[in-house]
């Protein structure tokens, strides 16, 4: 399969519904409005291959990258080119995609991690925010090492005014720091309250807020 094959099936999926959906969404560029499921079929086909997803990438076609994704093999990937994949995913679906499926099985993430922490958000927004959602999941999952009164304090300075890509994963690194430590909790929610990130974004039924306070108790409540 080459790359003009795989653009021309895009193209014979798309649908006007899902690109006005992405656009709604944020998403600016190009793109042909694919669903996730099909997306996944056709990497099925395509197979892991790092070289030809790493070509996809370039088309800068959404559905291309979300492809491409896919079939990278994070292992293979230099620090180089895994900086480059996070620094062009300016989409927060995409970022998400990147994230979950290379940055966190990359051999490499903890340094970079603690690299791309020291950058400056509103220079490097997209950097930033994947260096927030891994200090996130290490609060959750391994805290062991890190200086939970540290990072509340730069939360407490920088959300306000960060970037809207870092701003989200800082907020949820807060919401977590809030909800897996209890001794902190009261100042994550003090936090949350005080700076007001997503006190009105829209939430559908049934789903928690992202505004910390209410996304705090919410959780906190479920696991009593």
Wanted: with cysteine; net charge neutral.
């Amino acid at each position: 399969m080459t790359i003009n094959d795989v653009l021309s099936k895009l193209e014979s999926l798309g649908t006007e519904q899902l690109r006005a959906q992405n656009v709604r969404h944020g998403y600016v560029g190009e793109q042909y409005g694919v669903k996730l499921g099909e997306l996944r079929t056709i990497a099925k086909a395509i197979k892991l291959n790092t070289a030809f997803g790493l070509e996809l990438w370039q088309t800068e076609c959404l559905e291309a990258r979300l492809i491409a994704v896919l079939i990278i093999k994070p292992k293979e990937l230099s620090v180089e080119q895994l900086t480059m994949l996070v620094r062009t995913a300016t989409y927060g679906h995409l970022a998400d995609w990147v994230n979950s499926y290379l940055v966190k099985q990359h051999p490499e993430k903890e340094a970079l991690r603690i690299a791309w922490l020291q950058l400056d958000a509103h220079t490097e927004p997209w950097l930033a925010r994947t260096a927030w959602s891994l200090t996130a999941e290490r609060v959750a999952k391994s805290p062991d090492g890190l200086d939970i009164a540290c990072i509340l304090k730069r939360i407490d300075t920088e959300l306000a005014t960060a970037p809207e890509p870092t701003r989200w994963t800082m907020n949820f690194c807060l919401g977590e720091l809030g909800i897996n430590h209890p001794e902190y909790r009261q100042q994550a929610v003090e936090i949350g309250e005080r700076i007001g990130a997503y006190r009105d974004y829209p939430t559908s039924k049934g789903c928690i807020s992202p505004f910390v306070p209410l996304w705090v108790a919410a959780i906190v409540d479920r696991q009593s």
